[in-house]
Each structure stands twice: as structure tokens, then as C-alpha cells.
């Protein structure tokens, strides 16, 4: 399968502590995103990141890419409750068609 | 600024049934992709659209059809509804023309269940 697989499959951590996720991928990209989904609704789009580019930062988000490895991590510092959700990762190698992991579910304990 | 509109937001057919489901992709926006999303699994993609035509295709059946209108609304059809295609669907638009790719906007989706 070309489709990324986060790990892991559930997070609970208390509010203000750091959160990692990881995601690893099988095919070669051209690209790798990262969503958010809230309660089984639309995703939401946090952070886009080039085969070519290694870490973006996006306010309290991190990502980093290695290609080698074929893996990506999503770092939320400082997390709050509203950061409850489930997140994805998704990689693409045509642009066109996107493959969507099964996500983690990650939970802010207030 | 309008982001992704679907349509229904809920929708309950029969097996055997035949549904359309509809999607008004953000401003600006000219590509419109569809996806299904299983409980608890992640979004698998059905097909994309651009310039009225279907530009790529996921592993769906030939039930799965859709359509992209001029202004760039779509619509996702199923036909002879199985108990298996009860999901969330969601339609994803993006932009093709221009500086490239930079994520998509998701509409809220729409939860099909069939009976």
C-alpha cells in the first residue's frame, strides 16, 4: 500500500506538554501534508512539506521530512484542549491523487 | 470567503439506491477531488476533477461516477448503493493552475448511511 501510517494510533498528554506524531510512507513523494479532522468532520489543512525541504514550522507546529527514512513528524508544542482531534498525514508522488493514513487520535487532557 | 460547501450534510438510502451528492469548491479554487472516509479509517480517494473532466481515479468501481460543472461545482454519484458504501464523504478543492499545489480545503462532508 502507498499509504502513510501514523503512529501512534492514539495520544493522551496533558495540556502544556509537547505532542509528536509520526508518520512513515512506502513510495517515493513529491510531497507530504499534514490535517487535522475534528469529531469524523472536514479535515483541516495545517502544514504542506516539499521532498526537497527538511522542516516547516507553522506557529505552534513542527514538521520535519526524511526522505531517506521515508518518514515525516508532526510536533505540537504547548498543547491546549482544543488541539483534541485526530491527525493524518498524507503523501502524494503525482499530486493529484493523495494517500491518507488511519491517523492518530490525540487527546489534551485540560 | 465561502470555503467547500456540500450537500447534504445527511442522507439515508436503501441498498440498491442510487445517490448524488454535491460540492461547491472554495473561491478561487478549480480542481474538486472526492474522498471516502470509513469510521475510523482514513480518507481513500475516489477520483479528481478538472476542466469538467476526471483527471485521475482511485480504486472505486464504475458505480463511483462524478461530474465537474463550469463553474466548477461537482457532483459525486453512486449507483446500486451496498451496505459497504455508507462513510463520510468528503470533496476536497484545490488549485492547479498557477504557483502549484498547497493543500486542499475540505468541505464538512457528507454521511451517507445505507439500509
Known amino acids: 500500500s502507498q499509504q502513510g501510517e501514523e503512529d501512534p494510533q492514539a495520544l493522551s498528554i496533558q495540556e502544556g506538554e509537547n505532542a509528536t506524531m509520526n508518520c512513515s510512507y512506502k513510495?517515493?513523494?513529491?510531497?507530504l501534508q499534514w490535517y487535522r479532522q475534528n469529531s469524523g468532520r472536514g479535515l483541516v489543512h495545517l502544514i504542506l512539506?516539499?521532498?526537497?525541504?527538511r522542516e516547516k514550522h507553522s506557529g505552534r507546529l513542527r514538521v520535519t521530512l526524511d526522505t531517506s527514512k521515508k518518514s515525516s513528524s508532526l510536533l505540537i508544542t504547548a498543547s491546549r484542549a482544543a488541539d483534541t482531534a485526530s491527525y493524518f498525514c498524507?503523501?502524494?508522488?503525482?499530486?493529484?491523487?493523495?494517500?491518507f493514513g488511519t491517523g492518530t487520535s490525540l487527546t489534551v487532557i485540560p | 470567503d465561502a470555503g467547500v460547501t456540500q450537500s447534504p450534510t445527511h442522507l439515508i438510502k436503501t441498498r440498491g439506491q442510487q445517490v448524488t451528492l454535491r460540492c461547491s469548491p472554495k473561491?478561487?479554487?478549480?480542481?474538486v477531488s472526492w474522498y471516502q472516509q470509513a469510521l475510523g479509517q482514513g480518507p481513500q480517494f475516489i477520483f479528481q476533477?478538472?476542466?469538467?473532466?476526471?483527471?485521475q481515479r482511485g480504486n472505486f468501481p464504475d458505480r463511483f461516477s462524478g461530474h465537474q460543472f463550469p463553474n466548477y461545482s461537482s457532483e459525486l454519484n453512486v449507483n446500486a448503493l451496498l451496505l459497504g458504501d455508507s462513510a463520510l464523504y468528503l470533496c476536497?478543492?484545490?488549485?492547479?493552475?498557477?504557483?502549484?499545489?498547497?493543500?486542499?480545503?475540505f468541505g464538512s462532508g457528507t454521511r451517507l448511511t445505507v439500509v
Open positions: 512539506i516539499r521532498s526537497n525541504e
Open positions: 473561491s478561487g479554487h478549480d480542481t
Open positions: 476533477y478538472y476542466e469538467e473532466e476526471e483527471r
Open positions: 498524507a503523501t502524494s508522488n503525482t499530486g493529484n491523487q493523495f494517500y
Open positions: 513510495t517515493s513523494i513529491n510531497n
Open positions: 476536497a478543492s484545490s488549485i492547479k493552475t498557477g504557483g502549484g499545489f498547497s493543500g486542499y480545503t
